[in-house]
């Protein structure tokens, strides 16, 4: 009973929020132009928008439409002219289009957002919490004949929905530009400012993580291992993801998120952000120098000690996103060799181009000269990197593929950072998942729920120790085998069995 009211206000909640792209007018004045552009480029604006000036719009795409087509125009003659200054971003749309709407949404912002956000949260918990009734771990309860869990319609659904948000998050904010507005109270109360699509993105992945998080650790509340792995990914992603960068921002100095390193934070070293910190101060420095340590020295000394898993388990915003949104996904992972190929070419591939695009970013920096080798452009590299990886990779496939690839397709095909921890643990850690092969009973469990499309049971079965690459030390293939055969373990790396090709069984096992 609990859990159908859940569902319906969720649904209700939802279905509002999508209904809020419709619930505005808008109407473009000068006063609009002046507030967001500046002199270079707003002469030409009001001269480009003269038409539409004052004329009262009642449908978002159409005004969205009409404004993106006004400022590609304009965008079109500077980018002839070489006049970057002039040039018109995204965000400044989103701006545009905000500050000209008016209508039940603009003067009714906190309603909206508790109609919205407020009860899909009641919502969603009111789904999930019943379920601390029933037994802890996983169930195996109709998941490969649930439409959402096997890849049918309703998992396509969502899919398509992931999809299409993600491109329109990255490429056309302007569409959503109603949806950024719904969360203005929430910004205007952290940091006194309006709501820019980031900020509309860190609240819904935060309110994500939290949610689904509650839900993960119902599930797996048997498991203290998955119990405190869950609070961590909450933490980092909440305090330091999300509200540290705005309160950084909110006192003047240059914000940045302290657990994002690259390769992943693929930016790190272009001219603007570089610059930004060494001209903002003790601060700015310390970011900096933050930055580099934590990818030089952290990475390995953590990964040695602990495997990936202290990162892409426990601290990574993207894998808390795939622990816990992603979590009703883990099994459709694809487990092939064929699969296991594709992702060591793929990945390894994106880390050495991440690691040339750095390379030609910093030769400019330093140089001045636009042509790595003398052929190479920088700001070719920097621009196929950006759209492929950082936004189409990570973002559209990478989140948006969860209801038909599993919720590590991004960490386990794409991300640079995942390959760079995982040849580290692959040669030098201490971690490894120890089978006690002659307690397997071949269920299975361990293989279908594996995110990473390791098969888990081909070495529990043989009695080998997992040393995988790839494996991020999720630790679920142990919580949810029945009879306690894996263990997720840090200990000396020269006993790590590799290789066995006879079953070892329990106190049998000589390492
Ligand atoms: S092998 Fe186990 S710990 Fe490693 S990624 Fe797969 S499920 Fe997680
Ligand atoms: S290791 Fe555990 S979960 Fe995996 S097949 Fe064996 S008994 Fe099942």
Same mark, same amino acid.
């Given at each position: 009973?609990?859990?159908?009211?859940?569902?319906?206000?969720?649904?209700?909640?939802?279905?509002?929020?999508?209904?809020?792209?419709?619930?505005?007018?808008?109407?473009?004045?000068?006063?609009?132009?002046?507030?967001?552009?500046?002199?270079?480029?707003?002469?030409?604006?009001?001269?480009?928008?003269?038409?539409?000036?004052?004329?009262?719009?009642?449908?978002?795409?159409?005004?969205?439409?009409?404004?993106?087509?006004?400022?590609?125009?304009?965008?079109?003659?500077?980018?002839?002219?070489?006049?970057?200054?002039?040039?018109?971003?995204?965000?400044?749309?989103?701006?545009?289009?905000?500050?000209?709407?008016?209508?039940?949404?603009?003067?009714?912002?906190?309603?909206?957002?508790?109609?919205?956000?407020?009860?899909?949260?009641?919502?969603?918990?009111?789904?999930?919490?019943?379920?601390?009734?029933?037994?802890?771990?996983?169930?195996?309860?109709?998941?490969?004949?649930?439409?959402?869990?096997?890849?049918?319609?309703?998992?396509?659904?969502?899919?398509?929905?992931?999809?299409?948000?993600?491109?329109?998050?990255?490429?056309?904010?302007?569409?959503?530009?109603?949806?950024?507005?719904?969360?203005?109270?929430?910004?205007?109360?952290?940091?006194?400012?309006?709501?820019?699509?980031?900020?509309?993105?860190?609240?819904?992945?935060?309110?994500?993580?939290?949610?689904?998080?509650? /839900?993960?650790?119902?599930?797996? /509340?048997?498991?203290?291992?998955?119990?405190? /792995?869950?609070?961590?990914?909450?933490?980092?992603?909440?305090?330091?993801?999300?509200?540290?960068?705005?309160?950084?921002?909110?006192?003047?100095?240059?914000?940045?998120?302290?657990?994002?390193?690259?390769?992943?934070?693929?930016?790190?070293?272009?001219?603007? /952000?570089?610059?930004?910190?060494?001209? *903002?101060?003790?601060?700015?420095?310390?970011?900096?120098?933050?930055?580099?340590?934590?990818?030089?020295? *952290?990475?390995?000394?953590?990964?040695?000690?602990?495997?990936?898993?202290?990162?892409?388990?426990?601290?990574? *915003?993207?894998?808390?996103?795939?622990?816990?949104?992603?979590?009703?996904?883990?099994?459709?992972?694809?487990?092939?060799?064929?699969?296991?190929?594709?992702?060591?070419?793929?990945?390894?591939?994106?880390?050495?181009?991440?690691?040339?695009?750095?390379?030609? !970013?910093?030769?400019?920096?330093?140089?001045?000269?636009?042509?790595?080798?003398?052929?190479?452009?920088?700001?070719?590299?920097?621009?196929?990197?950006?759209?492929?990886?950082?936004?189409?990779?990570?973002?559209?496939?990478?989140?948006?593929?969860?209801?038909?690839?599993?919720?590590? !397709?991004?960490?386990?095909?794409?991300?640079?950072?995942?390959?760079?921890?995982?040849?580290?643990?692959?040669?030098?850690?201490?971690?490894?998942?120890?089978?006690?092969?002659?307690?397997?009973?071949?269920?299975?469990?361990?293989?279908?729920?594996?995110?990473?499309?390791?098969? !888990?049971?081909?070495?529990?079965?043989?009695?080998?120790?997992?040393?995988?690459?790839?494996?991020?030390?999720?630790?679920?293939?142990?919580?949810?085998?029945?009879?306690?055969?894996?263990?997720?373990?840090?200990?000396?790396?020269?006993?790590?069995?590799?290789?066995?090709?006879?079953?070892?069984?329990?106190?049998?096992?000589?390492?």
């Amino acid at each position: 009973m609990l859990q159908k009211l859940g569902l319906i206000t969720f649904i209700a909640a939802f279905g509002l929020f999508l209904g809020t792209l419709s619930m505005n007018n808008y109407t473009l004045t000068n006063e609009v132009l002046e507030k967001n552009l500046k002199d270079e480029a707003l002469f030409d604006a009001k001269i480009e928008f003269a038409s539409i000036i004052d004329q009262p719009y009642t449908n978002s795409f159409a005004f969205a439409s009409e404004v993106s087509k006004g400022i590609e125009a304009l965008n079109k003659v500077y980018n002839a002219q070489q006049a970057w200054d002039k040039k018109i971003y995204e965000d400044t749309i989103v701006s545009i289009i905000k500050a000209s709407s008016n209508g039940y949404l603009s003067d009714n912002k906190s309603l909206i957002l508790f109609l919205t956000f407020g009860l899909s949260i009641i919502g969603a918990l009111l789904y999930f919490l019943p379920s601390i009734k029933q037994e802890a771990g996983i169930k195996n309860n109709g998941i490969f004949f649930n439409p959402a869990t096997n890849r049918k319609w309703l998992g396509m659904l969502i899919g398509t929905f992931l999809i299409l948000f993600y491109i329109a998050l990255y490429f056309k904010p302007q569409y959503i530009a109603n949806w950024i507005m719904v969360v203005d109270p929430v910004s205007k109360f952290i940091n006194g400012g309006e709501a820019s699509r980031w900020f509309m993105y860190g609240f819904l992945y935060t309110i994500s993580v939290l949610v689904m998080g509650i /839900r993960y650790i119902i599930k797996y /509340r048997h498991s203290k291992y998955q119990i405190i /792995r869950t609070l961590s990914i909450i933490f980092f992603q909440t305090c330091i993801a999300f509200i540290l960068p705005e309160i950084m921002s909110n006192l003047n100095l240059p914000s940045a998120d302290l657990k994002n390193m690259w390769p992943l934070d693929y930016s790190f070293f272009f001219n603007y /952000r570089i610059d930004k910190l060494i001209t *903002g101060g003790t601060f700015g420095i310390f970011l900096l120098v933050w930055g580099i340590v934590l990818f030089v020295v *952290g990475v390995p000394v953590m990964t040695y000690f602990f495997g990936k898993r202290w990162y892409c388990s426990w601290v990574c *915003g993207c894998g808390g996103l795939a622990e816990t949104l992603g979590d009703p996904f883990r099994q459709l992972s694809d487990k092939s060799t064929k699969a296991w190929k594709i992702e060591r070419y793929l990945i390894h591939g994106i880390l050495a181009f991440a690691i040339i695009m750095t390379i030609g !970013v910093l030769y400019t920096y330093f140089t001045g000269s636009y042509n790595l080798l003398g052929f190479i452009p920088t700001e070719w590299l920097k621009s196929t990197y950006g759209f492929m990886i950082g936004s189409i990779f990570s973002g559209v496939v990478g989140t948006g593929f969860y209801p038909l690839m599993g919720s590590r !397709v991004w960490c386990r095909f794409g991300c640079p950072l995942a390959a760079y921890l995982g040849i580290i643990q692959r040669f030098k850690s201490r971690f490894r998942i120890t089978t006690n092969g002659g307690q397997c009973i071949s269920c299975g469990n361990c293989s279908t729920y594996c995110e990473m499309g390791i098969d !888990v049971r081909a070495y529990a079965q043989k009695g080998q120790d997992i040393v995988r690459s790839s494996c991020v030390g999720c630790g679920v293939c142990s919580a949810v085998c029945p009879r306690g055969v894996l263990n997720l373990e840090n200990a000396e790396t020269g006993t790590r069995i590799m290789l066995a090709p006879e079953v070892l069984l329990g106190n049998l096992m000589e390492k």
